[in-house]
């Protein structure tokens, strides 16, 4: 399919450059993949939702963790899984369901940085003032925390993708395995200046955002740590905040692959495997690393989840 037609509402994937002999390994490794992250991440959402005893503000904002992992990969998995089988030729997409694909990855993205970001400081509140933290963690304040981390995503992404529809296009090939931001706004003739400034720009302040809320909060919580003698409390501390921390280290160490692989063309299929690894490892991580912590997450895993594995 040639770049030929103008605004063309058929655009056609490139998706993974995989040898005939590993489709259906690969293949297969993306669907179990899939089943994993669905099965647990549903069945933390409804246990989470269901036991009472876990209705606390840390459980109920790590919910929007897998619900963000359900959405993230139910709209760019199935489709790589439909595309691998297929030639080339023949992986074609609709503009508009293109569009979707790249605004629920982008969300997906910004989101699990918003989240980490209300949970950490919610472990803030917990270590740091924990005779106040039932006054201050209310129902209220986690509705307004959620809110919040969904809200600025969609604005965030709502703005990205905004100023890439805006332009014509004059292509229709999707350097991409799914479809993203900087996929689509490739496909234009047009100047780009504005999308490559606000995609800059979002991103560092993203990112410093972030950083910068991890660093904070998790300096003080070191402090009050360090200075104190009370056991139980720096147990909690590192119980909590250690599986914290290392779902945020993974999320942030696939996101700078990718930026970093973006600067090599020679790696671009390193890239895009990286691109789609950064749906799939955070989805299947985050309910194992949680299950460590919690008992029952962790007993419903042993009870339910590795039984039919």
Known sequence: MGNYTYNSFTLQLEGLNVSNELVYPVFLFFFFSYLFIMVTNVGIVVLIFNDKSLHQPMYLLFSNLPFNDIIGNSIMVPRLLSDILLPPSERLI???????????????????????????????????????????MTNKMVIKLTVSAWGVAFVLVGILLGLTIRLNRCRTMIMNPYCDNASLFKLSCDSVFINNAYGLTFTVVLFTASIGTMVLTYTKITVVCLTSKNKSLNS????????????????????????????????????????????????????????????????FFSEKILKNF
């Open 236 to 299: 909690k501390a590192l119980k909590t905040c250690s599986t914290h921390l290392i779902v945020y280290l993974i999320m942030v160490f696939n996101g700078f692959s990718i930026i970093t692989l973006h600067r090599f063309p020679q790696y671009s299929d390193y890239r895009k495997l990286c691109s789609i690894l950064f749906h799939i490892i955070p989805g299947s991580l985050n309910p194992i690393i949680y299950g460590i912590q919690s008992k029952e997450i962790k007993k």
């Open 94 to 136: 609709n503009y508009y369901e293109c569009v979707v694909q790249a605004f629920t990855s982008h969300m997906f993205g910004t989101t699990s940085h918003t989240v980490l970001m209300i949970m950490a400081f919610d472990r803030y509140v917990a270590i740091c003032n924990p005779l106040r933290y039932a006054a201050i």
